[in-house]
């Protein structure tokens, strides 16, 4: 029972390069969700997912896209990066239904942008 | 805008000793609080959730919610050093939709 799977685990990117980030969850759930975490800063949300076919722009979704590629999968683009982008990135998925529940995380992305 | 605010630390407590860790949220209509454990380079693991008022109690924790005085706590009973970890408070506003919004954490040492 894998959980959230997030890949890659480490990246180093050169500023003004684009990524994905990529995410699978298995528990069926209906809602995912991308954040960052940086020092002293707690976790903050870029997108989110309520649902298949859906996203939204959560606190900090500035130089990110998303894709709900399907009930699955949640991806975070990265078009043109910056140094501010350094930072761990989580993504987490819940049951749904107005979010009372609480998230399970992936493993997280450590993205350095030089 | 929308805090939680929790108190950075470290808080360090002895082996066996009783760990208290608080949390403020400012959005008085919140209806869902959570409590999180963070070890270093590891991910957020959800270990408390709370809804109503009062004490809820899950093994060695026992989460205090007081929604008058915007206020969640998390007890840790016998603290371990296992339980040495950044303990993340996270509240979801009262929006209709799908925000939780996380304080920055609490370090907690468990001195063996």
């Known amino acids: 029972n894998a959980g959230v799977t997030q890949t890659p685990k480490f990246q180093v990117l050169k500023t003004g390069q684009s990524m994905t980030l990529q995410c699978a969850q298995d528990?069926?759930?209906?809602?995912m969700y991308w954040y960052r975490q940086d020092p002293g800063m707690g976790l903050r949300l870029i997108y989110y997912?309520?649902?298949?076919?859906?996203?939204d722009k959560g606190e900090v979704p500035n130089g990110y896209n998303v894709s709900r590629l399907n009930k699955r999968e949640f991806s975070l683009r990265l078009e043109s990066a910056a140094p501010s982008q350094t930072s761990v990135y989580f993504c987490?998925?819940?049951?749904?239904?107005?979010?009372?529940?609480?998230?399970?995380f992936g493993s997280g992305t450590r993205l350095t942008v030089v | 805008q929308k805090e939680v605010e929790q108190n950075s630390g470290p808080l360090s407590v002895p082996e066996g000793a009783i760990a208290s860790l608080n949390c403020t949220y400012s959005d008085r209509g919140s209806q869902s609080f959570f409590w999180y454990r963070q070890y270093s380079g590891k991910s957020p693991e959800l270990i408390m959730s709370?809804?109503?008022?009062g004490d809820k109690e899950d093994g060695r924790f026992t989460a205090q919610l007081n929604k008058a005085s915007q206020y969640v706590s998390l007890l840790i009973r016998d603290s371990q050093p296992s339980d040495s970890a950044t303990y993340l408070c996270a509240v979801n506003l009262n929006t209709g939709g799908f925000k939780t919004i996380f304080g920055a954490g609490t370090r907690l040492f468990v001195k063996a």
């Open positions: 528990m069926n759930h209906n809602s």
């Open positions: 709370i809804y109503s008022n």
């Open positions: 997912s309520a649902s298949e076919g859906t996203t």
């Open positions: 987490a998925s819940s049951p749904g239904g107005g979010d009372p529940y609480g998230y399970t």
